[in-house]
């Protein structure tokens, strides 16, 4: 009994001992980081002193036990109990030794590590580092300082209450639940909002996954309005929205959704056989267009087919070609797509919809990227409704394919109608573009897809009148020549050295040689000012340079891999030199505008100078070349190549020719210091300018036509080519046959 007792009392007094030596080690450590070696040395010689002192404790209970063959019942409850004591005992020392060891990692590993991890810029990565070490190490300050410093709030509004949120942090694989709304915030990685996590929203029997914003606002739909079959549904939110030069800054969208693929020939018969056309109930008419009132007896005789019938302007005595009937319904009006959709019960989408659910308010390159290069683009014939390459947001041909009309008016008087996304017949970037076009137009490449407004009121969007670009460039005064010297002299640097590097490209072309160049800028840059030279061997005498200003596809790519290439073979073959510079803002370099269209903004005017810097440095490039005749020297651009030359070409006039495609003045203003009518008046260079009279893009009466009335250059030395029937993609036949000719006639001596 007294045996028992007393070892109890030991076994006791060491837990009571250990624990408080034990808590002070753990101390000096946290204290003064001393490594754990040491620690290790004291913990092991307190196990064995405690262990020998059990052993020689049970050593002397054996002696007894011998003395005393029975126990009495309490003897043995207080002897288990003493076990059980001895084990704590092992297991505070098991404790402890992991503790001090893992503390040991802590300083020496685990927090250096993380520290690294932040120093290096991996936001993401230290975020999810930190977050799971506070798991462990709840009270360490630097671990909570580290995760406060990768980490931000991101607010988060719901109009609804029970729905389920989840997050998705970058580098994770899963969704972690936050719970349900009401929830106003929730922590995310330091980084701007899809780099740092996904948000999923579970509301019924919806479930939206969401890229990550810097902050949410959404409207959830009503569970009392069905959604139509095959439709993706939209949370309404609080969009900031910028499209060609438009700022509709903070816009509110209700919910909504929009059908998923374009309406089909199949589908638009089903309108016209059940006598869509002769229904009024169906139509806008009476309806005013500028000043002028359309009735309907009179204006649905102007939607007829090839054969005077009742239909699409492409179909065949009211019926579509055949086999055609899964291909988008083309050849439509703004009128028809109304009249179908009203049929339908449905609704054209506004403009602010279209914008949102394509994604061009969130990230322009990102959309143009994941979006364009899949869709259908410069191509010369349609896709089925139903084709996913290049989907975004689950809506099949969103880019490309056929245009779509959308609800809204273009200016106040109400002559055009906003139709977007591009046609399978035009360049790529129109998808990043505003357009409009007259409601008769049935233009082949004009089609719709259909819209629901999910929420219990109508949106006030659907009226919204887009702002009219339109100028009158003839009530705009010109600046005096002083004051024009003033914005010309932005383009001037001094004399900077070159310092060029020339090497020429293996394993090029047959025939054919390719270089690189790499230039200092003139401007403040880490970058350099690179650009591509090509032209053919067969050539001894000194080779005539053309340079390049590429169109804006130029703007919505980040790598130069198409250069070099044969694409002016035409010319190469005739003795000509191809340089194309890699321009500020355009292919791998720096980007700050996001789309080529004229805007008010110090980043258009930055980036107007600085490409009108790199243009004349490449000039004094090629100057200092022996292989190339300066005085031959002409220039090419296409598209935005040929707004941009409106700058170019005045600010240097070492060019002795220029060809330009499919420009004109854009009606956007910008600063006055880059206004560009300034500029075009005193422009002095031989120019042939071939255009479309039905571009799309710069409109022949809007932007060619005040072009043409304000460029400097003398009329004899003036040739405007104007095709009819032909928009912004100009016969490539046509530009090889002038091309040559006319910088041969005015680069002669």
């Excluded at 009226?463 to 002299?489: A, G, H, Q, T």
């Excluded at 005193?682 to 036509?705: C, S």
Aim: glycine share 6%; net charge negative; hydrophobic share 35%.
């Amino acid at each position: 009994m007294e045996s028992s007792n007393k070892y109890i009392q030991i076994a006791g007094g060491f837990i009571a001992v250990i624990f408080g030596v034990l808590q002070g080690i753990d101390w000096l450590f946290k204290r003064f980081e001393i490594d754990s070696f040491y620690f290790n040395i004291i913990l092991v010689i307190l196990l064995v002193a405690f262990l020998i002192s059990i052993s020689i404790y049970f050593l002397r209970r054996k002696k007894a036990k011998s003395e005393n063959k029975k126990l009495e019942k309490k003897s043995k409850i207080k002897l288990i109990f003493g076990i059980i004591l001895t084990g704590i005992v092992l297991l505070i020392f098991v404790y402890f030794f992991r503790k001090i060891n893992n503390n040991q990692a802590l300083v020496n590993e685990i927090i250096p590590e993380l520290i690294e991890t932040y120093d290096e810029g991996k936001i993401a990565e230290s975020f999810n580092k930190a977050k799971e070490l506070l798991k462990e190490y709840p009270n360490n300050d630097i671990i909570k300082n580290y995760f406060e410093k990768s980490s931000k709030y991101v607010p988060l509004k719901i109009d609804k209450d029970g729905v389920e949120i989840s997050v998705k942090y970058s580098g994770d694989s899963i969704y972690t639940s936050l719970g349900k709304s009401p929830i106003d915030s929730f922590i995310a990685p330091n980084m701007w909002g899809w780099l740092s996590h996904k948000l999923k929203l579970k509301y019924n029997d919806l479930e939206f996954e969401l890229d990550g914003k810097n902050g949410y606002d959404y409207l959830m739909p009503e569970t009392t309005i069905e959604v139509p079959e095959n439709h993706k549904v939209f949370l309404g939110s609080k969009v900031n929205m910028f499209l060609q030069g438009i700022n509709f800054e903070e816009t509110q969208i209700e919910s909504f959704s929009l059908a998923k693929n374009e309406v089909s020939n199949k589908e638009y018969q089903e309108f016209v056989d059940a006598g869509g056309y002769e229904n009024p109930a169906y139509w806008d008419f009476p309806f005013e267009v500028g000043n002028k009132i359309y009735d309907f007896n009179s204006s649905i005789k102007l939607f007829t087919d090839k054969y005077g019938q009742l239909g699409p302007a492409n179909w065949s005595y009211g019926k579509f070609p055949a086999g055609l009937e899964n291909l988008p319904v083309t050849g439509i009006s703004w009128f028809e797509a109304r009249a179908y959709a009203r049929y339908s019960n449905l609704s054209l989408p506004n403009l602010y919809q279209w914008l949102f659910a394509s994604g061009i308010p969130d990230d322009w390159f990102t959309v143009n990227q994941s979006v364009t290069n899949e869709s259908n683009y410069n191509s010369t014939q349609l896709r089925e409704v139903s084709n996913n390459a290049g989907s975004y947001n689950e809506l099949n041909n969103i880019g490309g394919n056929v245009k779509e009309w959308a609800l809204n008016p273009n200016g106040d008087e109400k002559e055009k109608y906003s139709i977007m996304g591009g046609a399978y017949n035009e360049a790529s970037y129109t998808f990043n573009n505003y357009y409009s076009l007259s409601p008769f137009d049935r233009s082949i490449g004009n089609g719709f897809r259909l819209s629901k407004n999910l929420s219990n009121k109508q949106s006030e969007l659907d009226n919204e009148i887009i702002p009219d670009f339109k100028r009158n460039f003839d009530e705009l005064e010109d600046v005096s020549d002083e004051v024009f010297e003033v914005y010309k002299s932005q383009f001037d640097y001094g004399n900077k050295p070159l310092n060029s590097i020339t090497t020429n490209i293996e394993d090029f072309n047959e025939g054919y040689t390719a270089q690189k160049f790499e230039l200092e800028t003139t401007y403040q840059s880490d970058e350099k000012l690179t650009g591509y030279i090509v032209f053919s061997n067969k050539f001894k005498d000194k080779y005539s340079p053309v340079i390049i200003f590429p169109n804006a596809s130029s703007i919505g790519t980040n790598n130069d891999s198409e250069f070099p290439n044969l694409g002016f073979k035409h010319l190469l073959d005739e003795g000509y030199a191809i340089i194309q510079p890699m321009y500020f803002n355009t292919y791998n370099r720096e980007k700050i505008l996001k789309t080529f269209w004229a805007s008010e903004s110090e980043d258009y005017k930055d980036a107007i100078i600085k490409i009108g810097q790199d243009y004349k440095r490449t000039l004094d490039y090629i100057e200092s070349r022996n292989d190339f005749d300066f005085s031959k020297m002409s220039y090419f651009g296409y598209s935005w190549g040929s707004t941009t030359s409106n700058y170019l070409l005045a600010i240097d006039d070492r060019i002795k020719a220029a060809v330009i495609c499919v420009g004109g003045l854009m009606l956007q203003k910008s600063k006055k210091e880059v206004e560009a009518h300034y500029y075009v008046r005193r422009i002095k260079t031989p120019i042939l300018h071939i255009i479309g009279k039905e571009d799309g893009i710069f409109g022949y009466e809007e932007n060619y036509k005040p072009w043409k009335k304000l460029i400097g250059t003398p009329k004899d030395k003036l040739k405007l080519i104007e095709l009819d029937n032909v928009g912004h993609g100009l016969p490539f036949d046509t530009i090889i046959k002038h091309h040559s000719n006319w910088i041969k006639a005015h680069t002669t001596n």
